[in-house]
């Protein structure tokens, strides 16, 4: 792995945590150095999400989604009749991150994604407007396979 993480216990246990999470759960790393990642924060919520979120940097983070009849990729959710859980995987971009930096970093993306493993599905992110296209319903959206989009701008 050519990033190391700086807080790795309270990584595993913040982990452990989601995975028994309910719906809208998110678990946030971010950059301690240019090579090193830290175990930020946990909470509920798009709103405290996005304020967590730094427009001069780039971070990693995993949001729990639960699906229902009315969202896109309901289908590939279900177990039974029952609506299912989704951990998904998202590379926060902010924008006013360097294109040096965008591409030192973006060799890092794989490296983290198996770090967090697993999730459902990847996407990536440049926006955090929550009046724009930072919503549940959006990201369920862009999560689906055949979304045709995978970023979330």
């Known amino acids: 792995m050519s990033v ?20 809208g759960h998110w678990l946030l790393v971010t950059y301690k150095t240019p090579t090193q990642l830290q175990y930020k924060a946990s909470g509920e919520g798009l709103e405290s999400l996005a304020a967590e979120l ?5 971070a990693y983070y995993l949001i729990r989604l639960v699906y229902n009849e009315n ?9 039974g009749e029952a609506a299912n859980t989704k ?9 006013g991150v360097g294109i040096i930096e965008k591409g030192k970093k973006k ?14 599905s990847t996407l ?16 369920k ?13």
Do not use: C, M
């Open 4 to 23: 190391t993480v700086s807080n790795q216990q309270e990584l595993n246990e913040a982990l452990a945590t989601f995975r028994n999470s309910q719906n």
């Open 54 to 58: 730094n427009d001069k940097e780039i």
């Open 71 to 79: 969202d896109a990729g309901f289908k590939d959710a279900v177990i």
């Open 87 to 95: 951990d998904i995987y998202v590379n926060w971009i902010g924008s």
């Open 107 to 120: 060799t890092h993306s794989g490296d983290v994604q198996k770090l967090l493993s697993p999730h459902h």
């Open 124 to 139: 990536v992110q440049t926006s955090k407007d929550l009046n724009g296209n930072f919503t549940e319903a959006i990201i």
């Open 141 to 153: 959206d862009r999560s689906g396979p055949l979304s045709g989009s995978h970023i979330i701008d």
